[in-house]
Every structure is written in C-alpha cells, then in structure tokens.
C-alpha cells in the first residue's frame, strides 16, 4: 500500500496546523509508564512537564493474569487514567482504534504485541511500541515486517536512551562500552534479557551503535554479562544484576575512561517527547533496524546461555 504512509502525514500535519492535538490511544494499562505518560501529555496545567501535540482519549486495559506485575496493576492505572485526566477506558482494540490518530503500545507482556500490533497495523495508525518490543525475535521480525508491508512507522524505545547516560556517554572515539543496570527476569518470557535488561542493552547501543557480530554469556543466579564483538572489532558488555542495580557505563576512548553514573534513571520526558514529534511526522527517532538487532543480540546472548557460554552469531 505505497500511499498509506504519506496520507497518515499530510493528515498528522494538516492536525497540527489547525491546532488540534492528535488523538492517542493506550493498548495495556499495566505499567507505570501509562499514568506517567499520560499526565504529560493530559495535564496542561503542570505548565514543566506538559508535552503539547498529543492527547491520550482512549484506552483498552488488556493485562496478562499469569504475569503478577500485569494483573496487580492494570485497573489500577487504568481507574487512575479515567479518573485524573478523562481518558476513555474501551472494551477492545477495534473500539480504541476507532477514536485515535495514533498509538501507544505499553503492555507490559511482550507475549501480546505482536497480536496487538497486528491489528494498529491493520488500521494503519502509526505505533510507538514500549519495552520489550515481543517476547522473541522472531515475534519482533514479524512486527517489522508486518508494518513494513502495511507502510505503517513504528519504533520502540527505552528512556534511558534520551537521558543522561546516552548524552555524557556518546563519544565519536568509543573504542568500547560496559554498561550495567538492573536484571530482573520474568519466567514466561523466553528472551529473559527482553524483560528489564532492556534497557541496559539499550544503553549499549546507545553508546556503540549497531553492528554486533557475535556475543557470549555467562550466568548466574545474582548476575548476566553478555559480551559483544563488532564487527569493526569494538568490545561492548552488558552487565544484568539482580535482585537491584542502578543504572551506568563506563565508556572507553582509547586510552581515556569515561565513568557515566547519574543519579537515577532519569525522566520520561525526553522519550514521549521523541514520540510526540514520532506520531507527527512518521520519522523514527531510532532505526528500526537497531531495535531489531538488539533482540538478535538478546537472542543470541539467549542461546549462548542455552550452550554454557558459547560464543553465538547474531541472526540476520
């Protein structure tokens, strides 16, 4: 469908010219990054805080009742959506996709986005998808390739790629990056890196780009470190650990080492900033490319457990 894309932007921009705020619809309310999100962009009275250019109206909660975090929190966030900043709570996908421009995938299971995704695909709605992407890489292939051919934009993110991590740390010379962060895991994802180290990948790529050939795994019950080979010979290391960790990385330049450790993992303002801007013009802010090599990277790490440690090649 060539003329999708190019049709949901002359109507993003016309939107915008005419002063309106684009309408966002939440798919799963089972995360804190739903209430946090939403009062940015609801709430013009928080005058600091407040994103214009995108108002969340529509909701569908979702949940995943064998995933303890999910069903704990779900009608919470959504009551507390409802309640504070108006928004619509809808009773499926189809009812959400029939009263927003765009939209923000935040279920917190990566078991259901490819299923979900399936369906904004379908009503071509452009789509920010929050961490993890899918529970598998071949999950997150198939979103890839799914919004390819419907000529829908997506990107997924962590916000610690907008913070101050990425900022103090991303250097021209980097000959080779140790990022560190917490490694929780969640027994029904697969890719168990996909659940909160995350984001400690995403700081790796952040900070080194993509381009990893192969990486190798240890394990053990208080930490992972994933090693990565690129292919221009750069090392760059993920450390997981469990049960908590701050975030961080030590970035070296040659000779030079850069120890970035702030104070906490920063705010989401930067992010739903990137997603705002995302949903008006239809440009990603991160490749999709890179997001799918950093699951070919979990993916392998995966695997490299799986053979006690064994180096193993990032799939392509």
């Avoid at 959504?78 to 709570?89: F, K, L, N, Y």
Wanted: hydrophobic share 45%.
């Amino acid at each position: 469908m060539p003329y999708v894309r190019p049709l949901l932007f002359l109507f993003a921009a016309a939107w915008s010219l005419c002063g309106a705020d684009l309408r966002v619809g939440i798919i799963g309310t089972d995360t804190s990054h739903v209430p946090a999100f939403t009062q940015m962009l609801n709430d013009d009275s928080a005058a600091a805080d407040h994103i214009p250019g995108a108002r969340v109206v529509a909701a569908f909660k979702g949940g995943s009742k064998d995933v303890q975090s999910s069903a704990s929190r779900v009608d919470g966030f959504a009551s507390q959506i409802s309640g504070r900043w108006g928004v619509e709570i809808v009773p499926d996908i189809p009812a959400l996709l029939s009263k927003v421009d765009a939209v923000l995938l935040s279920s917190i299971d990566g078991r259901v986005h490819l299923e979900q995704a399936r369906q904004v695909i379908a009503a071509h709605k452009p789509l920010f998808i929050d961490k993890p992407l899918a529970a598998t890489f071949e999950d997150a292939m198939e979103i890839a390739r799914l919004a390819k051919a419907g000529g829908v934009p997506w990107f997924s993110a962590s916000s610690l790629r907008f913070g101050e991590i990425a900022t103090a740390g991303k250097f021209t010379d980097t000959t080779g990056v140790d990022a560190f962060g917490p490694g929780d895991l969640e027994p029904h994802h697969y890719l168990d890196l996909s659940w909160y180290a995350i984001h400690t990948v995403e700081i790796l790529y952040t900070l080194m780009g993509p381009g990893c050939e192969s990486v190798t795994r240890t394990s053990s019950p208080d930490a992972d470190v994933v090693v990565g080979r690129w292919k221009d010979g750069r090392i760059g290391a993920v450390r997981a650990i469990r049960p908590h960790s701050d975030y961080g990385a030590v970035v070296y330049r040659g000779n030079k080492i850069v120890e970035i450790k702030p104070q906490g993992a920063g705010s989401y303002r930067p992010l739903v900033q990137e997603i705002v801007k995302f949903f008006q013009t239809g440009t990603p802010p991160v490749a999709n490319a890179e997001s799918l090599e950093m699951f070919a990277f979990m993916d392998a790490a995966q695997k490299s457990k799986e053979q006690g440690g064994r180096p193993v090649a990032l799939a392509r």
